[in-house]
């Protein structure tokens, strides 16, 4: 069983590109969480979502971020035209919607040059 | 609001040494308590938890224990080893809630 899984690891985009991060849940899971994390800080809660709703993005900007979680694969966090200070970790954790226990993935690291 | 406070790091240990990483936090209400672990370049990983007040979560040698009168759930380990040289971050939850509260992380540093 397969943990959650992120891709890319690594990301580097110049000013005003568009960045996609995807996260494929763990095997059974259909709540997905995105966090991310800027230099020496905590985890910042950005979007919850299930399979084909968006339940929570009240930590997500309102502008050039958006998140999907469509019915068949992986959950996709999409930032248009980035700036240097989306420079930063974005974690992915998935969960089966009860219990304590979220999986995380491994993150991609967004560098913007 | 609800918050959640950890010690500035790094903490910088010898190997063998006992540890003690603060933390405190903010709430209104009876949140669930949790450490968790983040290694070099990896994802977090659930260390230890704790769901009601005086519980004690424990985990390859660590412990925290619930305290509601102090608001704390301080991280210890009797004697740490180089492999536990991580980020560590304690966070809250409430069971009517999904989201995680962090607190900042504290570095471990533990030097042979």
Redesign the interface.
């Given at each position: 069983n397969a943990g959650v899984m992120q891709n890319p690891r690594h990301l580097v985009r110049r000013r005003g590109q568009e960045a996609r991060l995807r996260c494929s849940p763990m095997k059974g899971h259909s709540h997905v969480y995105w966090y991310r994390q800027l230099p020496e800080e905590g985890l910042k809660f950005m979007v919850y979502l299930q399979k084909e709703n968006i339940i929570d993005e009240s930590g997500m900007p309102k502008e050039r971020f958006s998140a999907e979680f469509p019915k068949e694969g992986p959950s996709i966090l999409r930032i248009q035209q980035v700036v240097r200070g989306d420079s930063a970790a974005y974690f992915c954790a998935s969960w089966t919607g009860s219990g304590y226990g979220y999986t995380f993935g491994s993150g991609t690291r967004l560098t913007v040059v | 609001g609800n918050s959640?406070t950890q010690m500035e790091g790094p903490v910088t240990l010898s190997e063998e040494a006992f540890l003690t990483i603060n933390c405190t936090y903010t709430a209104t209400g009876y949140p669930?308590l949790?450490w968790?672990v983040q290694y070099p370049?990896?994802?977090?990983?659930?260390l230890l938890?704790a769901?009601k007040a005086d519980d004690k979560g424990s985990n390859k040698g660590f412990e925290a224990t619930y305290r509601k009168e102090t608001t704390s759930f301080h991280l210890e380990k009797g004697s740490v080893q180089v492999s536990d040289s991580a980020v560590y971050?304690c966070a809250l939850?409430f069971d009517s809630n999904?989201?995680?509260i962090?607190?900042?992380?504290t570095k471990l540093i533990i030097k042979p």
């Open positions: - | 959640v669930s949790f968790y370049g990896e994802g977090l990983q659930l938890k769901t971050f939850r999904y989201q995680l962090w607190g900042a992380g």
